[in-house]
């Protein structure tokens, strides 16, 4: 446990070197380093976002995420029994009233999933903030929001080229009561992964001085990494099912933004730096696209 300046610094330093590895491998990477270093374990699983785990629940025969959030040693409660598995732990739990709110929220998130998501999955997990969290008071409580969808599978059947990668979100949240408002800070995260495989044909010069066609040539892309974004807002509330859709607005808003930062930015750059490195077409062809574009503008500018 970080608990003094020197542990501070050690943890960091773990977290430095976790942001400079490969992040398609962040679970081999955390589970080494808590082999390596046992006495940062339970800091590094709370502080470093990694890949939602995809448990089942065979009593409703119904999947479900797994992450820090709803963990009780190797354990993970269920949104759909509120149970521990794959063995009862006795961790905690929400009280009635919040265990209900979570049982609507999990019914609402699964719609929104299907709508946005075509699939994947979907899970919530609410708990208290209070040590005695009665009927009739003002609620302060937290929950997360985690939603996973992979794009496939890697199989031997799948055509060469397909893509694969996975969207894993997680939205932690914080509700406290005021009255008929309530007020939400939220901090979400998305953990994007792509890979694709190319086929790229050129037409190059040989040589022996022959034009060679057709030749034909095998890369592979692979886009990764993470964004964590923050919001804090006051939304009206009448009652406890108020929740619902406050709680699904700020989601689905910070979702859509998020989602559109890593099409402008984050797809954006990447286009433009392989653009930048490679072309798909031969030098050759390059030479005569440069050539007439050059003579347009000189007849262009004759005519001026």
Not at 8 to 29: G, Q, W
Not at 274 to 283: A, E, M, P
């Amino acid at each position: 446990m970080v608990c003094n300046a020197r542990d501070i610094v050690t943890f960091d330093s773990l977290l430095d070197l976790l942001r400079r590895l490969p992040p398609t491998k962040v679970e081999e990477n955390v589970n080494a380093l808590c082999d390596i270093v046992p006495d940062y374990a339970d800091d590094l699983l709370g502080n470093v976002d990694q890949p939602l785990k995809v448990l089942n629940d065979a009593e409703k025969g119904r999947e479900f995420l797994g992450c820090d959030y709803n963990r009780d040693g190797d354990a993970f409660r269920s949104p759909w029994t509120n149970n521990y598995l794959p063995e009862a732990t006795g961790g905690p739990t929400p009280s009635p009233r919040l265990r209900q709110l979570e049982v609507s929220l999990n019914a609402a998130f699964d719609t929104y999933r299907e709508m946005y998501f075509e699939g994947g999955i979907s899970s919530v997990y609410l708990w208290d903030l209070e040590d005695d969290p009665g009927e009739g008071k003002e609620m302060s409580f937290a929950g997360v929001v985690l939603l996973k969808k992979t794009l496939s599978t890697p199989s031997a059947n799948a055509p060469e080229g397909t893509p694969q990668g996975s969207w894993d979100s997680l939205h932690v949240f914080e509700c406290h009561e005021r009255g008929r408002s309530a007020k939400y800070k939220l901090t979400s995260t998305v953990m994007l992964v792509l890979e694709t495989k190319t086929l790229a044909r050129a037409d190059i010069k040989g040589l022996s001085g022959t034009d060679t066609d057709g030749v034909e040539g095998k890369g592979g892309v692979t886009l990764s990494g993470s964004m964590t974004r923050q919001a804090e807002v006051d939304y009206p509330l009448t009652s406890a099912a108020g929740h619902i859709p406050n709680i699904g607005r700020i989601v689905e808003d910070m979702e859509i933004k998020m989602r559109n930062l890593l099409s402008s930015v984050y797809f954006g750059k990447t286009k433009d730096v392989i653009n930048d490195l490679r072309s798909q077409s031969g030098l050759e062809a390059k030479s005569k696209e440069d050539m007439l574009r050059a003579e347009l503008a000189g007849k262009l500018g004759a005519r001026k």
